[in-house]
C-alpha cells in the first residue's frame, strides 16, 4: 500500500510539472509568450481532458491534475492583473507628462505673447514720439524760416526811427525847408512799411521800459540809483528787442535800477 501510495504521489508530480510546461509550450508557440488569456483557454480544454481521464477510471490522478491547473491558472489570472495595473500607471504618467509639458508650452507662449505685446507698445509709443517730434520740427520750420532775414532787417529799422527823429520839428514847419519835409515824410513812409512787413510775419517790438529785468527778454547794460522804480526794474531802453512770434530774436539792451546809497 504504501508503495502503491509513492508510485502515484510520483505520477501526480510529474504530471503537474508535465502539464504546466505542456501547455506553456503551446501557448507560446501559437499565441505568443504574453498571451494569458490563450493560457486560460488551453487549460480549460484540458481540464475538459482531465474529466473524461477521470471518468474512464483514474480518478485520482484526474483530480491532481485539475487542481494543478487551477493553480496554473489562478497564477496567470494575477500576472495578468499586475501587468494591466502596471500598464495604467504607465499610460497615467505619460498622460501626465504630456500635461506638464503642454503647461510648460502655454507658459513660455503666454510669456513670449507678453513681451512681444510689451515690445509692440513701446514701438508704437515711440513712433507717436517721432511723429509728433516731427510734426513740431516742420512748423517750427514753417514758422520761424524768415527769422535770418527779419534779424538782418532790424538794423535797418533802427537806422530808419534814428533818422525821423533826428530832424527837429520846427525845421519841418517853414516853407524855405519844403525839400527837408519832403525827404523826412518819405523817411516817415518807409518805416512804417517796414514795420507793416514786420507785423504780417509776425515780428513785433517788445515794451521793455519800466518792465521787471527778465534775462530772457533783456540784456542789461548797467544799473543807475533810481528812487521811483522798485530795484531790478528797467529804467532806460538803449536798443529796442524784437521777437518773432514767441522766440526772442534780438533782446533789448536795457539799463535797470538799482537801490540808492546810503
Known sequence: RKRRLKTMASIVAKARGGARKMLARIVVRQQ????????????????????????????????????????????????????????????????????????????????????????????????????????????NANKFAVQGFAKALLDVADNLERATKAVPEEKLSGDENAHLKALHDGVVLTEKTLQKIFEKHHVVKMNALNEKFDPNFHEGMFEFECTEREPGTVGQVIQEGWKLHERVIRPARVGTTKKPSA
Open 32 to 139: 505568443g509568450p504574453s498571451s494569458s488569456s490563450s493560457f486560460r483557454r488551453y487549460c480549460t480544454a484540458f481540464r475538459h481532458t482531465t474529466n473524461n481521464f477521470a471518468v474512464n477510471g483514474s480518478s485520482r490522478r484526474g483530480i491532481f491534475i485539475r487542481a494543478s491547473l487551477y493553480q496554473a491558472e489562478k497564477e496567470s489570472t494575477e500576472t495578468e492583473k499586475k501587468t494591466e495595473e502596471s500598464e495604467t500607471d504607465t499610460t497615467e504618467k505619460e498622460e501626465k507628462s504630456e500635461v506638464e509639458q503642454l503647461q510648460e508650452k502655454l507658459q513660455v507662449a503666454e510669456e513670449s505673447a507678453a513681451d512681444f505685446k510689451e515690445k509692440y507698445a513701446r514701438s508704437l509709443a515711440e513712433m507717436e514720439n517721432i511723429r509728433q517730434r516731427a510734426q513740431r520740427d516742420v512748423q
